[in-house]
């Protein structure tokens, strides 16, 4: 049972290179999120996704863009990365709706920008 | 704006010793869901508890309870007997209108 998949789990980028984070689940959930886990600041919730076919800002959005690409795929985009943006990302999702079940993580992506 | 507030950034016990962590949150909406969750060194989050706002009765999970105070809006999780494994990154979070929302997290050291 893979449940949400992250890829890549590591990655380095020079400041104003561009990246795409992926995101699967096979859980058939609707809601989907993107957070980034800073130390000392919890995870902050960037993007989410209610539906296929909707996004949301979430907390700190700027600097970041997504794709609902379908039920089970859920991308965050960095189109010119900065330092500010090293951080560990992690997908999550929820069955969302009126069953509120806990949001199942993947393993995350620690992404240093230099 | 919804906020989650964990005001203590790190705390230690003693194995086998009882100990609580605090959440306390800010919400207009009535109906919400509010979650504990565990992340120990792995970096892998792991559900610990959760507690529907419209339940009165205080959630419980083997050694894991929370003392839920609505109209405070307190959310404390309680764990008995505590272990070595434990140790983590512990996480209060709120979840309304299919948004989650999460604490800045308490680093529990559990000293043997």
């Known amino acids: 049972n893979a449940g949400v998949t992250q890829t890549p789990k590591f990655q380095v980028l020079k400041t104003g290179q561009s990246m795409t984070l992926q995101c699967a689940q096979d859980?058939?959930?609707?809601?989907m999120y993107w957070y980034r886990q800073d130390p000392g600041m919890g995870l902050r919730l960037i993007y989410y996704?209610?539906?296929?076919?909707?996004?949301d800002k979430g907390e700190v959005p700027n600097g970041y863009n997504v794709s609902r690409l379908n039920k089970r795929e859920f991308s965050l985009r960095l189109e010119s990365a900065a330092p500010s943006q090293t951080s560990v990302y992690f997908c999550?999702?929820?069955?969302?709706?009126?069953?509120?079940?806990?949001?199942?993580f993947g393993q995350g992506t620690r992404l240093t920008v230099v | 704006a919804q906020t989650v507030t964990q005001s203590q950034p790190e705390m230690s016990v003693q194995e086998a010793e009882t100990v609580t962590l605090s959440c306390t949150y800010d919400?207009?909406?009535?109906?919400?869901?509010l979650f504990w969750y565990k992340q120990p060194p792995s970096r892998q989050m792991i559900l610990v508890i959760r507690?529907?706002?419209?339940?009165?009765q205080n959630a419980t999970e083997n050694r894991f309870s929370v003392n839920f105070q609505k109209a405070a809006k307190s959310f404390s999780l309680k764990i008995s007997d505590s272990q070595l494994g434990d140790t983590a990154m512990y996480f209060c979070?709120?979840?309304?209108?299919?948004?989650?929302?999460f604490g800045k997290g308490t680093r529990l050291h559990i000293l043997p």
């Open positions: 919400t207009s909406e009535n109906n919400y869901y």
């Open positions: 999550a999702s929820s069955a969302g709706g009126p069953w509120n079940t806990e949001a199942f």
């Open positions: 859980m058939n959930h609707n809601s």
């Open positions: 507690q529907e706002a419209y339940k009165q």
């Open positions: 996704s209610a539906s296929e076919g909707t996004t």
């Open positions: 979070a709120i979840e309304w209108d299919d948004k989650i929302i």
